[in-house]
Antibody, heavy 123, light 107 residues
Framework: EVQLVESGGGLVKPGGSLRLSCAAS????????MTWVRQAPGKGLEWVSS????????HYADSVKGRFTISRDNAKNSVYLQMNSLRAEDTAVYYC????????????????WGQGTMVTVSS | DIQMTQSPSTLSASVGDRVTITCRAS??????LAWYQQKPGKAPNLLIH???GLESGVPSRFSGSGSGTEFTLTISSLQPDDFATYYC?????????FGGGTKVEIK
């Protein structure tokens, strides 16, 4: 079954760091751009970051720019989100998703989603 | 940034009803518009891509239309499994943006 599995979430204090991982199975991520989307408790969906298949193009939401870093290891079929300087407002379920087209813009709806990993930022 | 506005935010309907959800973009997104369904505690699921393209495996009672700045998601005959929250999303350009969501409730 084609799927994405996130890991690495947990409870962290404000100012702390976490690294989320997203492992793909039954497809090769090297052909796809990938995205992280988050959802705060009881709230809507918020795009966080996207990375192109070769890592040449990377985009961040203003709310995380300078604090979060997206990366990928095509050999390990995985995508990562390094989160530093975490704030209470970063508390959310973080989803990894595949962009169906070559890129996440102008062709790539999010066709495969992981189950999500919960990040809680609290003292 | 392109703002996406969904209406209504909540919709009460009965099984068998025809349901329409509207999504408006603050500027043209061409046809790069997707619709997702999300149930509590679950990840979103892609229903419609490129404004009107039905994703494989999605029932034909779901349909999408529109282009530019105005889009609609229609459920032709609401089924018990359809009570959920629906989101539109533009992928014309970064930053990718989602609408605020429409919760479809049982009347």
């Amino acid at each position: 079954e084609v799927q994405l599995v996130e890991s690495g979430g947990g409870l962290v204090k404000p100012g702390g760091s976490l690294r989320l991982s997203c492992a793909a199975s039954e497809f090769t991520i090297s052909s796809y751009s990938m995205t992280w989307v988050r959802q705060a408790p009881g709230k809507g969906l918020e795009w966080v970051s996207s990375i192109s298949s070769s890592s040449a193009y990377i985009h961040y939401a203003d709310s995380v720019k300078g604090r979060f870093t997206i990366s990928r290891d095509n050999a390990k079929n995985s995508v990562y989100l390094q989160m530093n300087s975490l704030r209470a407002e970063d508390t959310a379920v973080y989803y990894c998703a595949r962009c169906s087209g070559g890129t996440c813009s102008s062709s790539g709806a999010l066709d495969i989603w992981g189950q999500g990993t919960m990040v809680t930022v609290s003292s | 940034d392109i703002q996406m506005t969904q209406s209504p935010s909540t919709l009460s309907a009965s099984v068998g009803d025809r349901v329409t959800i509207t999504c408006r973009a603050s500027q043209s997104v061409n046809s790069w518009l997707a619709w997702y369904q999300q149930k509590p505690g679950k990840a979103p699921n892609l229903l419609i891509h490129k404004a009107s393209g039905l994703e494989s495996g999605v029932p034909s009672r779901f349909s999408g239309s529109g282009s530019g700045t105005e889009f609609t998601l229609t459920i032709s005959s609401l089924q018990p499994d359809d009570f959920a929250t629906y989101y539109c999303q533009q992928y014309n350009s970064h930053p990718l943006t989602f609408g605020g969501g429409t919760k479809v409730e049982i009347k």
